[in-house]
């Protein structure tokens, strides 16, 4: 039997660019109260985009929260009442100077539900064109490659490929659409 | 060109039970300085643990930042000091009454690396003892449920199941282990 948790007050230690910080008290089903330190944060959208040669566009970026550069399908924070799907064409022209002709929702997930509201939408496109300028965010400085979906998957294995969405982008194009990519 | 960020300064604005969060002063390529937003988290383990009837071992419970009940591997964060081996036993034994015999690490990833420090690695076990009584954290309220590989998929794919590191370790066992997880 699942109970949800009473909220008896909530306190905002932080309220940033990025992140929110709440610490909430609870009554758990026991009668006991107790905190939770939540992380509140708007949403966000990733992007398997596939080029014209079958390959995966990612983009390799430092990350200071775990301080390494990391490979990730492109990817961004909802703005103040943006749709995913927006966002979604927004990032990838952003990043890759690539505009999607068509995206479809392939999977809708939680990063960290124990700790953060993130909800991440994953989008799938395999018709993009390229615009002639990139509007790159000032704060963002990244590298574009590309690779092919049996070396996405070797990378994945061997553990270059670290990052949660990226990960889940992989494996849901291997199974929903490896039998398109696979290149001659 | 990748460049990392240089560190001007760290401000710690909150040390917490699950997080702490800091925000870090950096100097960027082209000489800016910006804010860089950090939830610290010590890691976390999650478990694909296979019964008998070669199902798979899930708990639902509720998560507050989210504020929905979600369905997930058993997973927990690791203590101070703690192997993650340790950290996976230790929390099957809690969530489920179940003792792994074996336990092979399959993957590790960084659940949001944009503003969360958090590894969390994924362990897969197809040897489980029931043990004479659960050590379940007073503070945890939750069902154990058991299902099929194949209902896991489907469940994946309608929704139901939205936690990242469940999607990413039933979509794993069915890549690496779908041949072994057939039911007669």
Redesign the interface.
Known sequence: ?????KTVSKAY??K????N?R??E?V???N?H??????E?TG?VGIIAINEKKEIILV???????????L?IP?G?LEKGEEPIECAKRELEEETGFTPLNLKKI??????????????TLFYTDRIKRTTQTKSD??E???VVTIGLNQALKM?ES?KI????T??GI??A??QYGHLLERG
């Open positions: 039997m699942i109970y949800c948790e230690i932080y940033g660019k990025v992140v910080l610490v909430d609870v758990l089903p026991n006991k107790t905190k939770r330190e939540i992380v944060h966000a390799k970026q430092y990350r200071k929260p775990v301080e390494e550069i990391l990730e990817a924070k999977v809708e997930f939680y990063t960290s539900p124990g700790f953060s509201s993130e909800k991440l000032p704060d400085f990244l590298d994945l553990g670290t990052d949660a969405k990960i889940i494996l849901i291997k199974k």
